[in-house]
Nanobody, 126 residues
Framework: QLQLVESGGGSVQPGGSLRLSCAASGLTADHHVIGWFRQAPGKEREGVSCVWLGDSRAYYADSVKDRFTISVNNAKNTVYLQMNSLKPEDTAVYYC???????????????????WGQGTRVTISS
């Protein structure tokens, strides 16, 4: 059974850093992409970053480019999201997701994904 478990959320001041983890189990050969999404209160879920598991190609939303880095540890079946220079507008619940045959060019679209983790909360506040 496929399972995604996020961890690493917390509360930090603006300018701080956090590293989120997404531990995946039950992936099949058809699961090529893992994405990170976030949802702030009262807002729609938005794509943050995604990674191609085979070669670690990554894609980022403009709002996080140059601040966030996604990486893969295939030995641990874990995808990380290193978040630096955090801003109050980064406050949200962060989710990782995967799906069968996700198109990489659409990997920031939540509709490409079938399976989601439970989320981890990130709060940026002074």
């Amino acid at each position: 059974q496929l399972q995604l478990v996020e961890s690493g959320g917390g509360s930090v001041q603006p300018g701080g850093s956090l590293r989120l983890s997404c531990a995946a189990s039950g992936l099949t050969a058809d699961h090529h992409v893992i994405g990170w999404f976030r949802q702030a209160p009262g807002k729609e879920r938005e794509g943050v970053s995604c990674v191609w598991l085979g070669d670690s190609r990554a894609y980022y939303a403009d709002s996080v480019k140059d601040r966030f880095t996604i990486s893969v540890n295939n030995a641990k079946n874990t995808v990380y999201l290193q978040m630096n220079s955090l801003k109050p507008e980064d406050t949200a619940v962060y989710y990782c997701a995967t799906g069968v045959h996700v198109l990489f060019r659409l990997c920031l679209s939540m509709w490409e994904y079938d399976d989601w983790g439970q989320g981890t909360r990130v709060t940026i506040s002074s």
